[in-house]
């Protein structure tokens, strides 16, 4: 039998010691001084984490090596509106540019988001979505994960800050190829109702597996056909919707009182005015809401031009606008829009971010692990401060 040398001892130790230190950085003790959990905020909730999951939540008494999170714990922000981030555009469709976006998203509040395309013409957009479902495919870790693809036209009515000249029909075939070209990971499709065609092609994407909002619109032609097809989110409420009257609610009227469909809100201030956010929230309460950033590469930079799909914005003070001076996304975080929800909506909680920027998000694209701190999911959180600012906190 060969006894072991000196240096084979030493060796194993050290494999030993190793082992022992992965073991240790795998399992984590947290003890948040509040938490919201899917039903209620807890204070001094005990959450252990290990190998990247949530292993258990409770209220047991902490260890000696349990880690403390001032302020409130919430699960991780899910944004599935990102065109783009820390000066890149995710139509780019490069490695990079992506990097780029999900880096911004970590640093701006979110835990996952959904790289957004818009409408460019329709052989570009084919392969920007097969590239940007490729790098999801290599599992990338650097930044907010993401969770899909959210493709925001070519379907569409009113063309806002789209190339008008590539906007097209939802045809039976064109679904087709989109579904093809992003192999698995479209998640959200956002179609105008009343494009010819337009609920047959919610009905094939839902068979897909891909949820469908309703954006870009202003004809309620087809609003209802597109509801029962199984539509179920408004992209950007009253943003390239056309007018909201007493007599005549329009697309916007229609989706608040429509109670099968969750809204996006772009809560900056200047895409939803505060008073019309606050009448939104009292209608659309905790379960329909969905916070969103519309972000551009101008998200997480300062002042300066950047780009859109193919055309030039101008990020000016924190609001994007073209060429035309229409509003073009935005310049908005997660931890930004989540600010100015609390400091506009007086009733609005940390109990009401955790639903509205995560638990409702997640639920609409069916991200499994995402949306609520609870056990088996992600251990990927977002920590709102006493100041009112969130940052991203992952395990």
Known sequence: MLLPTRASSDAAVRRCALAASLRRVAHQEIIAELAALPHTLAPRARIVVRDGLIESVDTHAASADARFVPGTLMPGFVDLQVNGGGGASCQEATEAALVACARACEAGGAAAFLPTVITTPWKDLLAQVEAIARWIESRPRDGAQPLGIHVEGPFLEVAGAHDAASICDPTEERVKQLLAAGRGAIRLLTLASSKPGAARAVAQLRAAGVAVALGHVSDTKGFAECVEAGASMATHLFNAMGAIHHRNPGIAGLTLDEA???????????????????????????????????????MGMPDGEFTLAQA???????????????????????????????AMVPQASPFTLARIASANPAALIAARGYGAIQKGNVARFTVLAADGSCSSLRF
């Open 312 to 342: 030039r914005v101008t990020s000016k003070a924190g609001v994007v606008r073209d060429e035309k001076g229409s509003l073009a996304g935005s310049a908005l975080t997660m931890s930004m829009a989540a600010k100015n929800l609390l």
């Open 260 to 298: 099968r469909l969750s809204c996006g809100l772009i809560i900056d201030g200047v895409h939803v005015h505060p008073a019309m956010l606050r009448n939104a929230m009292a209608i659309l309460g905790m379960d329909r809401a969905v916070l969103v950033t519309d972000a551009t590469a101008a």
